[in-house]
Antibody
Framework: EVQVVQSGAEVKKPGESLKISCKAS????????IGWVRQMPGKGLEWMGF????????RYGPSFQGQVTISADKSISTAYLQWSSLKASDTAIYYC????????????WGQGTLVTVSS | IQLTQSPSSLSASVGDRVTITCRAS??????LNWYQQKPGKAPKLLIY???SLQSGVPSRFSGSGSVTDFTLTISSLQPEDFATYYC?????????FGQGTEVEIK
């Protein structure tokens, strides 16, 4: 069965860097896009961007371009979302999810990673 | 592309027929998906390509529409259906979600 498992909760201070992970299993990692979605406390879902691990082709949503970096390591079937300098406003749950096919939906979701940024 | 869901919230009883709409700011053909999210849980795919039922999802859920206007219908609301529902478009390189519709118990 397809699985997408994310890294655990993080508590960071403003200005710190962070990289969270999303490990996929039971499917061909390089043949499916993986996306990231933000959910701020009590708010809705926001598409951040996605990556095609086969060639590292990456797209970002306008609000996230330049704010985060999405990457992938094919050798361990893992995608990443990273920040170089966190802000308090980055506090949120971050989900990764597999995209079923080109222009298709998110079909398998990770459990979410809570990132708390506080001084 | 903006997606506008209505209503933002609704109260309904078990057994009710519930309809949620999603309007796109420009044509998205049928590149429209619906998700259900319960508190503390990841979203779950219900409907893809506007009207296709995801495997394992009960048949009381259905989707319709094309171009700019879409509908998610729950034919007979069950206790486990109280949740927040989101539409999402995948027609372009920039994806978006609707703002969500919270379905509460009346």
């Amino acid at each position: 069965e397809v699985q997408v498992v994310q890294s655990g909760a993080e508590v960071k201070k403003p200005g710190e860097s962070l990289k969270i992970s999303c490990k996929a299993s039971e499917y061909s990692f390089t043949n499916y896009w993986i996306g990231w979605v933000r959910q701020m406390p009590g708010k809705g879902l926001e598409w951040m961007g996605f990556i095609y691990p086969g060639d590292s082709n990456t797209r970002y949503g306008p609000s996230f371009q330049g704010q985060v970096t999405i990457s992938a390591d094919k050798s361990i079937s893992t995608a990443y979302l990273q920040w170089s300098s966190l802000k308090a406003s980055d506090t949120a749950i971050y989900y990764c999810a597999r995209i079923s096919r080109a222009y298709g939906p998110f079909d398998y979701w990770g459990q979410g990673t809570l990132v708390t940024v506080s001084s | 592309i903006q997606l506008t869901q209505s209503p933002s919230s609704l109260s309904a009883s078990v057994g009710d027929r519930v309809t949620i709409t999603c309007r796109a700011s420009q044509s998205i053909s049928t590149y429209l998906n619906w998700y259900q999210q319960k508190p503390g849980k990841a979203p779950k795919l219900l409907i893809y390509a506007a009207s296709s039922l995801q495997s394992g999802v009960p048949s009381r859920f259905s989707g319709s529409g094309s171009v700019t206007d879409f509908t998610l219908t729950i034919s007979s609301l069950q206790p486990e259906d109280f949740a927040t529902y989101y539409c999402q478009q995948s027609s372009s390189a920039m994806w978006t979600f609707g703002q969500g519709t919270e379905v509460e118990i009346k």
